[in-house]
């Protein structure tokens, strides 16, 4: 919104051009969101409080699982909400509004927001959230919806360029509709499971956030697009802004959801910023560099699914329990030693992404 007003007053008042730069507005998304989230904060405990929208400790049987985390009943949540009003609010206000992927990014945080709102509300109204083939299929719309813009629009490529070939580009067609569901269900339920310690997803995600910011810049300039040996996609530089933004707000509700956390995200944050998370990688053509740079969420996620094989066929548990960051838990480690470590594993995986920009 910014661009729109004040580029064009840069022929009368040369500073305005700075409203030019996707990393000037980059930066100031960040900031933005970051108040927002402080600027807010208030307001929005004190509503989620008197709304009586709190946790309730639910750890489907583990009975040590529900002692080591029984202090946190009571705790706020839904604080996802807080989350996206930043991120939202800061990308329109910074971002280019002509930007078709800037709408589509929006677009599925929004639905799955309010997806996972639905599931939080029934969680606590009920005691019963979304069954799992109701939220599947709410995640699978979004992702076929996003296929067929995708097939039908001539601004979004349908192609699916193969990992460290520069040449080798296949174009999925209608096959896209498939690719594209699976990268947007696998990315929200991913970050879902990770969402189970203080702080552990949402710094996560931050350092994901941080990596596609520069993916987003990079593939948006024709020139580092060619010296890397990466596909040049027109307009997914814009992207820089929504993901800084990401950033920002993530860092700020890192401030109170740092453990012991004043504010738990709750799945419509979780669901939201992961399937947000996987359509930038969708839009810039690096998938597989998601699966690297997210793998603590390959982790968490393949963890749950190997342990759902494992009791279904092997009559027994793989781990003692699931997601993994839980299996440590019952192993002694302490909530901070999990959290910090898996940071780590975070940014390492992030780290390795980076580094097969090179390997073309």
Request: one cysteine or more; hydrophobic letters at 55%.
């Amino acid at each position: 919104m910014v661009y729109h007003f004040l580029f064009p007053l840069s022929k009368y008042f040369f500073a305005f051009n700075v409203t030019r730069y996707i990393t000037f507005r980059g930066g100031c998304a960040v900031v933005t969101a970051f108040l927002l989230v402080f600027l807010f904060w208030r307001f929005t405990i004190a509503r989620l409080q008197r709304l009586k929208v709190v946790e309730k400790i639910d750890m489907y049987g583990h009975i040590h699982l529900e002692t080591l985390h029984g202090t946190k009943k009571g705790t706020p949540t839904m604080g996802g909400l807080l989350i996206l009003f930043a991120v939202l609010g800061s990308t329109l206000l910074w971002a280019r509004l002509d930007n078709v992927y800037i709408w589509l990014c929006m677009g599925i945080a929004g639905f799955l927001g309010i997806l996972g709102f639905t599931d939080d509300y029934l969680k606590l109204k009920k005691g019963k959230g979304l069954t799992r083939i109701q939220k599947f299929s709410g995640q699978i719309a979004v992702g076929v919806a996003v296929g067929i813009v995708a097939v039908a629009s001539k601004y979004i490529s349908t192609t699916w360029h193969f990992p460290f070939a520069k040449d080798v580009i296949l174009d999925l067609g209608y096959f896209y509709l498939f690719w594209a569901a699976l990268m947007i269900v696998a990315s929200s339920n991913a970050v879902n499971f990770t969402d189970g310690l203080d702080g552990l997803a949402i710094g996560a995600i931050v350092i994901n956030a941080l990596f596609f910011a520069l993916l987003a810049y990079l593939s948006g300039h024709a020139n580092f697009a060619s010296y890397l040996f990466i596909p040049y996609i027109q307009g997914t530089g814009e992207l820089t802004v929504l993901c800084l933004a990401v950033g920002g707000a993530g860092l700020a509700f890192l401030w109170y959801n740092s453990y012991p956390a004043q504010v738990f995200m709750g799945d419509v944050g979780a669901l939201a910023l992961g399937g947000l998370t996987g359509a930038v990688a969708l839009f810039v053509k690096k998938e597989f560099l998601l699966f690297l740079s997210g793998g603590l969420f390959v982790i968490e996620a393949a963890s749950v699914i190997l342990q759902i094989l494992w009791v279904r066929y092997g009559k027994r548990r793989l781990f003692r329990a699931a997601p993994l960051h839980h299996h440590f838990q019952l192993l002694g480690w302490k909530e901070p030693k999990i959290i910090i470590r898996f940071w780590i594993v975070s940014i390492v995986c992030a780290v390795l992404a980076l580094l097969t920009l090179k390997l073309r």
